[in-house]
């Protein structure tokens, strides 16, 4: 296997390569976790030691259920109408890894409530965005939706795959696990919901449509708890100067534009708007083969104390 920088973005700039059919991609597994968080162990400077970049970590957890189960429930409609065997399966592979995210998230945030973190007001909050707002809206409308939240998370893991060190600040083995195995999978089936748009619809104005709804949700919303928490948590704290070197370096960590969360995958986000984007044009097939040795392996994987079960969706015609 080659080695690759995992500190540094690296790897071979993405480029327009063929793609492959649907009957030769790798299989992707279900993968069953039992992480047995205890509100104890959980470090709330997860992030690179920071307590304001590692909210937004927080409050991304309580969202991401949401768009999850959106996900979800799209997806299920619309496998229905997909005539290619491959490509179900493929969805029903994604469908089932979002319903363990989504579970496994939902522990996790139970455990957030602990260390005084609004879980309730950010459920609240998604609640009327998603439950309320776009779980409404038409199943052409929740498709492209769907493509645009699977774009950002494909964002996100690419940036966690290159960025292996920030997770490696902290001791808390069981919430480095949960990132990463989720890191994992995003990236394993960050092409489904683009395939199944464009096999169904293929609408450009159509597509941009989702990208910008999901792009204002965790630009803009998701941030908030960053913003809110030390309101919520400790309100003295903002007369310290240790908050305020919290905050620069946690802005820095998120939207800085050499190495921040956002900042520097600007031009991988908006790339989603060239008409012939296809997610795999970012290629992360090195960084893939790497981590799944790195977190699967039988005896040193960081996932495998946790991985209760594997399952692979068979092929129905
Ligand atoms: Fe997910
Ligand atoms: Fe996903």
């Given at each position: ?26 299989d ?20 690179v ?7 937004y970590f ?44 989504s ?8 455990v957030?409530?602990a ?17 309320h ?36 600040h ?17 990236s ?7 395939d ?9 104005p ?8 999901a ?9 908030l ?6 309101f ?7 007369i310290s100067?240790s ?18 969360v ?19 044009d970012?290629?992360?097939s ?16 960081l996932l ?14």
């Open positions: 296997m080659q080695v690759v920088d995992m500190t540094v973005a690296t790897m071979t700039p993405p480029q327009a390569r063929e793609h492959t059919t649907d009957q030769d991609r790798p992707i597994p279900i993968r069953h976790m039992n992480f047995g968080f205890d509100a104890k162990e959980a470090d709330t400077r997860f992030f030691n920071t307590e304001l970049a590692s909210a927080e409050a991304l957890s309580i969202f991401l259920t949401y768009g999850e189960d959106l996900v979800i429930e799209t997806a299920r409609y619309h496998r229905d109408l997909i005539k290619d065997p491959y490509l179900k399966q493929r969805v029903t592979a994604l469908i089932g890894q979002e319903a363990l995210h579970k496994v998230h939902e522990e996790w945030n139970e957030l409530k260390h005084r973190f609004p879980v309730t007001f950010y459920r609240f909050l998604a609640r009327n965005v998603f439950d707002g776009f779980r409404r809206f038409p199943q052409p409308m929740k498709l492209s939706l769907m493509a645009g939240i699977e774009h950002f998370t494909a964002v996100l893991a690419e940036f966690m795959m290159k960025h292996e060190a920030h997770f490696f902290s001791e808390d083995e069981k919430q480095r696990a949960l990132w990463m195995w989720h890191m994992l999978e995003e394993e089936h960050k092409d489904i919901a683009y199944v748009f464009e096999q169904l619809s293929g609408n450009y159509l597509r941009i449509s989702g990208f910008a709804m792009l204002v949700t965790i630009w803009f919303l998701v941030p708890g960053g913003v809110l928490i030390p919520i948590r400790k309100p003295r704290n903002l100067l908050f305020w070197k919290d905050a620069k370096r946690s802005l820095d960590l998120i939207v800085g534009r050499k190495d921040g956002y900042g520097s995958t600007i031009s991988h986000v908006f790339d989603y708007l060239r008409p012939d984007f296809h997610p795999n970012h290629d992360t090195e960084y893939l083969a790497y981590y799944k040795e790195r977190l699967l392996d039988p005896e040193k994987g495998t104390p946790y991985l209760t079960k594997e399952v692979v969706p068979p092929v129905r015609a």
